[in-house]
T-cell receptor, first 112, second 112 residues
């Protein structure tokens, strides 16, 4: 059974803080993704990665960066958190070419 | 790139009735169309998918139809039950980047 875990379910940070969200998958999937979910806007892709040390911008990369130093781990970084980054963040992974994505439980981030 | 439109954004049906959610896509090269269900407070999970070499697929009370010519696909849920209440997302693959593009979601309410 595929397991995708995220470091926190709930996180509260102050404006200007650096924030790290971590995602770990245990199925040796090549591809990993970070989305943010906001009411009425669906799942919007922030960044994705095909392999270790590789990253690609999604639809809304501004204000975010990512790191993939190991195949099983994909980190999302908010260099200087802002209130408009308050959202639910979902990580997903998949085998290359399969398109079936497995999601983590999500991190609800509040920036005050 | 691919664009996926989903309608309606909210749908209420009486328990036992059928529910239909419709999606359109823009890229004729897309060939994989999954549907995800997200229950309140939980992660999105794949419930059914269809590839472009078939026109319909069924799994118990859910079915998906695909019209490649018109570039639209639909989710059908028959004999709806309270546990069908959730947000449903359609998606289409983007071959070029090995990722999927999600619709904005449909919140389905099953009324007692």
């Amino acid at each position: 059974d595929v397991k995708v875990t995220q470091s926190s379910r709930y996180l509260v940070k102050r404006t200007g803080e650096k924030v790290f969200l971590e995602c770990v998958q245990d199925m040796d999937h090549e591809n990993m993704f970070w989305y943010r979910q906001d009411p009425g806007l669906g799942l919007r892709l922030i960044y994705f990665s095909y392999d270790v040390k590789m990253k690609e911008k999604g639809d809304i990369p501004e204000g975010y960066s990512v790191s993939r130093e190991k195949k099983e781990r994909f980190s999302l970084i908010l260099e200087s958190a802002s209130t408009n980054q308050t959202s639910m963040y979902l990580c997903a992974s998949m085998t290359s070419g399969s398109y079936e994505q497995y999601f983590g439980p999500g991190t609800r981030l509040t920036v005050t | 790139g691919e664009n996926v439109e989903q309608h309606p954004s909210t749908l209420s049906v009486q328990e036992g009735d059928s529910a239909v959610i419709k999606c359109t896509y823009s890229d004729s090269a897309s060939n994989y169309f999954p549907w995800y269900k997200q229950e309140l407070g939980k992660r999105p999970q794949l419930i059914i998918d269809i590839r472009s070499n078939v026109g319909e697929k069924k799994d118990q009370r859910i079915a998906v139809t695909l019209n490649k010519t018109a570039k639209h696909f639909s989710l059908h849920i028959t004999e709806t039950q309270p546990e069908d209440s959730a947000v449903y997302f359609c998606a289409a693959n983007e071959n070029r980047d090995d990722k999927i593009i999600f619709g904005k979601g449909t919140r389905l309410h099953i009324l007692p």
